[in-house]
């Protein structure tokens, strides 16, 4: 069975993510489209369900694919991207006056941003969402799965099964928006 690890379309890269309540933008509602085009016309691709984090950008991600995949989205918000706490949706200017310096890769292990997650909980969350899934799609799908998230979950996930050493340092796996990557699961 094939797990498709999708990352939403593109958001507002003006203001800080993780828990951001931000919407897709026009360029990804249009790369969402292109996607889902893509995956419907894949004669290999046997989607046949389709999970996804419950914040907007990758839940407006999952309803374009689900429309054009006729399917229903389960909502998991064990997938969101990082808990970046009181820094979520706010602008970067603002970010950066109010938090100089304080990136996700700036974070040590065990230090949380303010309100939020550190790179420890975020990973530890992410593995615990993955094994479960894998646990449950192995005994229940009748085919192809696909997840819709984000990139920092995407890399976590990939470092998991490709056996890499995780760290918030810098993204071992680079996946852009609206695209995709198979597991095997």
Known sequence: MT?????????????????SSA?????????????ALTLSQDKAAAITALFSSDLPRAMQTAEIL?????????????????????????????AEERYPGLYWNTLQWEEQYPEGESPRMFYERVCKAWQSLKADTAQKAKGDVALVTHAGVIDVILCIEKGVTYTNRAPCFHIGNAQYVCVEI
């Open 3 to 19: 797990c498709y690890l999708i990352r939403h379309g593109k958001d507002d890269d003006t203001v800080r993510g993780g828990w």
């Open 23 to 35: 919407p897709l933008t026009e360029e990804g509602i249009a790369q969402a489209e292109r996607l």
């Open 66 to 94: 689900a429309q054009r995949l006729s399917l229903t989205v389960a909502a998991l918000p064990q997938f969101r991207e990082t808990n970046n706490g009181v820094l979520a949706g706010m602008k970067n200017s603002v």
